[in-house]
């Protein structure tokens, strides 16, 4: 029995009395064991959200960094696309007009050759029909130059513009035997060859 001797049990007052000293030293050490435990249990909790919210900073600067790069290869991207769409505009549109002064150039020398060294087999060419397509050449290689940019000077290729608009001849009457009044050009059939060889 745990009572004392008076009462019938087996220990005596000072007995109970030193057990309860030790009793109340356990107690003791329980209670301090048992703050300690949560205080350390605390700071861990303190340096686990800590660290875990300098991870999730560190993360999410990270994340921000990588949407930027995103967005930026994306607009990048998209720049390159508008710059090739653009390219091959504008390399179609130079390869229409160059294609285009290469036919008028050609139309020319068929109409010179045709009427310098006429043939039953080839069409009859007047000089006045070779004048005529002169100005439209001259026209042709002025857009040319200007949309390659390569005029030597402003003052030249003004010049070459005033006298695109000027090289159609001045056309002179006659008359012929019959009465019948026939066109003719002011400028002689050679000057003309020798002006289109220039142009070219």
Not at 110 to 134: F, M
Not at 158 to 168: C, E, F, L, N, W
Request: net charge negative.
């Amino acid at each position: 029995s745990s009572g004392i001797n008076a009462e019938g049990g087996n220990f005596g007052p000072e007995e109970i009395e030193k057990y309860r000293k030790k009793l109340e030293k356990c107690n003791l050490k329980i209670d301090n064991c048992e703050t300690f435990i949560l205080t350390e249990l605390d700071g861990m909790e303190s340096k686990c959200l800590e660290g875990a919210a300098e991870i999730s900073a560190s993360f999410e600067a990270r994340l921000k960094m990588f949407i930027l790069d995103v967005a930026f290869h994306e607009k990048i991207n998209s720049w390159m696309s508008n710059c090739q769409v653009k390219i091959k505009t504008e390399v179609a549109a130079c390869n229409m007009m160059s294609k285009n002064l290469k036919h008028k150039i050609e139309k020319l020398k068929t109409l010179i050759d045709s009427c310098a060294r006429p043939h039953p087999d080839k069409p009859v060419v007047r000089p006045v029909e070779v004048i005529a397509v002169i100005p439209e050449i001259y026209d042709l290689f002025q857009k040319r130059i200007n949309y390659l940019d390569c005029s030597k000077t402003a003052g030249a290729a003004a010049t070459t513009t005033s006298s695109t608009v000027k090289i159609a001849p001045e056309q002179t009457s006659a008359v012929t035997a019959t009465g019948s009044e026939i066109i003719q050009p002011e400028h002689d059939f050679h000057s003309v060859v020798n002006l289109t060889k220039n142009i070219m």
